[in-house]
């Protein structure tokens, strides 16, 4: 209950809040929501399978027309909010200003290679967010993370029963 009432709270205009410390706690909650999400699904799916959004090639083509340089294996904040970098994502994020929650605070790993812990986050709108984790998913840079952290394989009763023994029912 309580999270729904949080969720209609944060669909309210911004200017309604100013820099109300609740607020900012629900944005950064959702935003670790979204990281966990995110992480349980690169490690359950090969990357290359995973589609984000209905518009994963739009937003990947034009990331690659932008930003046809920008490494993805490791990002930083210079890499992101640089004064020139601004005015290039802000152009780039207008192009997708149409889909819901592009510009919401979002988490994502700094370092492709690694887990999300608070060294290896980064803070940015949704739509940078898209960009490059389907940057990294085609470009084979998230298949590292999805072999280490890949969850074990469930079994069944049966197969951990020791060959021999016979389950009583």
Partial sequence: MEMMQGASLLSRPAEEFGNDELVEEMWALKAMDHAEVYFNLLTSVHPSCLHLTPYDDQIYQAFREDFPDLKVEVITDDTLKSDDAKVRWRTFA?????LDDYAYGT????????????ENSLLVVRIQFLA?????????LNDEVHRKFRPPPRTTVAEELVPGEVQET
């Fill in 94 to 98: 207008e192009k997708f200003n149409k």
């Fill in 107 to 118: 988490l994502i790993r700094s370092d492709a290679s690694k887990e999300f812990s608070p």
């Fill in 132 to 140: 490059i984790e389907i940057a990294r998913n085609r470009e084979g």
